[in-house]
């Protein structure tokens, strides 16, 4: 290509390496020669404005057949320290495919970004940048590129198709929501709009619950919830690549009544129960880049199916489940009731099963819950006392309870949890809630202001479940071990939660 190479260094005047931004650029351009460079303007997130370079252009994906994906790169004025900002950019007849690397927004998320490497030879953020330009000086290279950044783009890309066909009336739909989404994000709207797209063709007719993810989870949850018998219309929400796949291409194939499968979020339209279970599969390295990449997965999912079903229960099936139903509440900015995980429900009842069925222990099982985080740090309570006549037999009463509850603790570890069983303990939820039974379930809840938690964290505790989420916490038998364990459970979330990029923020 023809640089100009003058013009672009003066263009360039606050960029802190220009010789190697416009050599990069150079790279590029060989490689993928359709590509445009220009200076625009980029706001984040904070408001704030900075003239950036970006360039546009397609890069070629072959996903059965060859397409060109368009996309805009923004390359900060710290490049190469920092990685360049992603977006795609479809056209008018483009839908936006959101997974674990494209939100709702059509931002791009990539292992490449999340692990940008500085420099070869060590060079550190630590470093100043009078530090980091004598590297630089010294014939060090960055050690991560845009072009191996659109190699890997392209790679996932051929994995996940991130865009696919809209017909006329459904690109009009797309638009209105991306910029509806886009002004939640930036706060320039509240949850509480009353207009709708896509009308009211659903508005109080029956009972209707959406399944988020195609995935196994997803596909047991749409067959129990169908098999249960409650809902009147059970929508799938595909996020997936272009075509349908798996379970969820089996579902159209042998097709079943009141099921139906979509990749559009207004299909969701008027939901009373929206259940999520979709999990980015993201190459991470650490346990917090795999919660991270499922915030970032959330961060397009959540805003466009609060905007589709303003008055619906969320129920939180993603993992880990006390961190994404966080997630999920802030977000959606629903009240907290209306924002519930599936918490140690299945847990619960396998519990009570044991003790029933097995222990020959009905009385006991009647007040017995598993409460607190989902795993090895779950916690028996109770919701009772024992009615005795004194101080030495209530000891005795309870020094035998806790053996029962040991025991069948035990057997209760033997007991793994695969996605049909999910799918059952998540059918039996939707069940409480739409038939507004006021049924007790040890479901994932706001636990500040219980067991002295002073923090926003959602842990198991015994609730009451009707048609509009919690009604009411169930009042727990006091117990200073269970009150520490739920309280070291808080604060070791509450520690992960603040590691967190809930709104994303460009350095």
Same mark, same amino acid.
């Given at each position: 290509?023809?640089?100009?190479?003058?013009?672009?260094?003066?263009?360039?005047?606050?960029?802190?390496?220009?010789?190697?931004?416009?050599?990069?650029?150079?790279?590029?351009?060989?490689?993928?020669?359709?590509?445009?460079?220009?200076?625009?303007?980029?706001?984040? #997130?904070?408001?704030?404005?900075?003239? $950036?370079?970006?360039?546009?252009?397609?890069?070629?994906?072959?996903?059965?057949?060859?397409?060109?994906?368009?996309?805009?790169?923004?390359?900060?004025?710290?490049?190469?320290?920092?990685?360049?900002?992603?977006?795609?950019?479809?056209?008018?007849?483009?839908?936006?495919?959101?997974?674990?690397?494209?939100?709702?927004?059509?931002?791009?998320?990539?292992?490449?970004?999340?692990?940008?490497?500085?420099?070869?030879?060590?060079?550190?953020?630590?470093?100043?940048?009078?530090?980091?330009?004598?590297?630089?000086?010294?014939?060090e290279r960055p050690?991560?590129?845009?072009?191996?950044?659109?190699?890997?783009?392209?790679?996932?890309?051929?994995?996940?198709?991130?865009?696919?066909?809209?017909?006329?009336?459904?690109?009009?739909?797309?638009?209105?929501?991306?910029?509806?989404?886009?002004?939640?994000?930036?706060?320039?709207?509240?949850?509480? *709009?009353?207009?709708?797209?896509?009308?009211?063709?659903?508005?109080?007719?029956?009972?209707?619950?959406?399944?988020?993810?195609?995935?196994? $989870?997803?596909?047991?949850?749409v067959l129990a919830?169908?098999?249960?018998?409650?809902?009147?219309?059970?929508? $799938?929400?595909?996020?997936?690549?272009?075509?349908?796949?798996?379970?969820?291409?089996?579902?159209?194939?042998?097709?079943?009544?009141?099921?139906?499968?979509?990749?559009?979020?207004?299909?969701?339209?008027? *939901?009373?129960?929206?259940?999520?279970?979709?999990? *980015?599969?993201?190459?991470?390295?650490?346990?917090?880049?795999?919660?991270?990449?499922?915030?970032?997965?959330?961060?397009?999912?959540?805003?466009?199916?609060?905007?589709?079903?303003?008055?619906?229960?969320?129920?939180?099936?993603?993992?880990?489940?006390?961190?994404?139903?966080?997630?999920?509440?802030?977000?959606?900015?629903?009240?907290?009731?209306?924002?519930?995980?599936?918490?140690?429900?299945?847990?619960?009842?396998?519990?009570?099963?044991?003790?029933?069925?097995?222990?020959?222990?009905?009385?006991?099982?009647?007040?017995?819950?598993?409460?607190?985080?989902?795993?090895?740090?779950?916690?028996?309570?109770?919701?009772?006392?024992?009615?005795?006549?004194?101080?030495?037999?209530?000891?005795?009463?309870?020094?035998?309870?806790?053996?029962?509850?040991?025991?069948?603790?035990?057997?209760?570890?033997?007991?793994?949890?695969?996605?049909?069983?999910?799918?059952?303990?998540?059918?039996?939820?939707?069940?409480?809630?739409?038939?507004? #039974?006021?049924?007790?379930?040890?479901?994932?809840?706001?636990?500040?202001?219980?067991?002295?938690?002073?923090?926003?964290?959602?842990?198991?505790?015994?609730?009451?479940?009707? *048609?509009?989420?919690?009604?009411?916490?169930? #009042?727990?038998?006091?117990?200073? $071990?269970?009150?520490?364990?739920?309280?070291?459970?808080?604060g070791s979330i509450?520690?992960?939660?603040?590691?967190?990029?809930?709104?994303?923020?460009?350095?």
């Amino acid at each position: 290509m023809a640089l100009a190479e003058e013009a672009l260094r003066k263009q360039l005047g606050k960029y802190k390496f220009r010789d190697l931004t416009i050599e990069e650029l150079k790279n590029v351009n060989k490689t993928y020669p359709n590509f445009t460079f220009s200076m625009n303007t980029y706001t984040f #997130k904070d408001g704030s404005q900075k003239e $950036l370079l970006n360039f546009s252009g397609t890069v070629p994906v072959k996903y059965g057949n060859s397409y060109n994906i368009p996309i805009r790169l923004w390359i900060l004025d710290s490049h190469p320290f920092a990685p360049p900002i992603c977006f795609l950019k479809p056209t008018a007849n483009m839908g936006i495919s959101v997974g674990k690397h494209v939100d709702a927004h059509g931002r791009i998320y990539l292992p490449y970004l999340q692990n940008w490497s500085h420099v070869r030879g060590g060079v550190t953020d630590g470093r100043n940048i009078l530090e980091k330009k004598a590297c630089l000086d010294k014939s060090e290279r960055p050690k991560s590129t845009v072009i191996g950044l659109i190699k890997e783009m392209i790679a996932k890309f051929e994995e996940e198709l991130p865009l696919y066909s809209l017909s006329s009336s459904d690109a009009a739909r797309q638009s209105e929501l991306l910029s509806y989404i886009a002004k939640i994000t930036e706060g320039e709207t509240g949850m509480k *709009s009353k207009s709708k797209i896509g009308g009211d063709k659903n508005q109080g007719c029956f009972n209707k619950i959406t399944v988020v993810g195609a995935g196994d $989870l997803g596909i047991a949850c749409v067959l129990a919830i169908a098999a249960k018998g409650a809902a009147d219309k059970v929508v $799938l929400l595909d996020l997936s690549e272009g075509s349908a796949k798996g379970g969820a291409m089996d579902l159209e194939i042998f097709t079943l009544p009141n099921v139906e499968i979509s990749k559009d979020f207004s299909a969701s339209a008027d *939901s009373k129960v929206v259940v999520l279970t979709v999990n *980015s599969l993201g190459n991470a390295q650490t346990y917090l880049d795999v919660v991270q990449s499922n915030v970032d997965l959330f961060r397009g999912v959540i805003p466009a199916i609060s905007h589709y079903s303003q008055n619906t229960v969320l129920l939180v099936a993603s993992h880990p489940v006390e961190v994404m139903t966080y997630v999920s509440w802030k977000l959606s900015a629903f009240p907290k009731s209306r924002v519930i995980g599936v918490g140690a429900n299945l847990d619960t009842e396998r519990f009570q099963f044991i003790l029933t069925n097995l222990l020959k222990e009905e009385v006991l099982a009647k007040d017995a819950w598993i409460i607190g985080e989902q795993g090895e740090d779950k916690v028996p309570s109770w919701t009772t006392g024992n009615s005795v006549a004194n101080q030495t037999e209530a000891m005795a009463a309870r020094n035998s309870r806790d053996k029962v509850a040991n025991r069948a603790m035990e057997v209760l570890k033997g007991k793994g949890q695969r996605s049909w069983s999910v799918g059952l303990s998540v059918a039996d939820l939707t069940d409480s809630i739409l038939k507004d #039974k006021r049924k007790v379930h040890s479901v994932s809840t706001l636990a500040k202001g219980c067991c002295n938690i002073n923090s926003e964290v959602f842990l198991s505790l015994p609730c009451i479940l009707g *048609s509009s989420g919690v009604i009411e916490m169930v #009042k727990l038998e006091e117990d200073p $071990l269970v009150r520490e364990k739920l309280q070291s459970s808080a604060g070791s979330i509450h520690d992960l939660q603040q590691q967190l990029k809930l709104i994303s923020i460009e350095t």
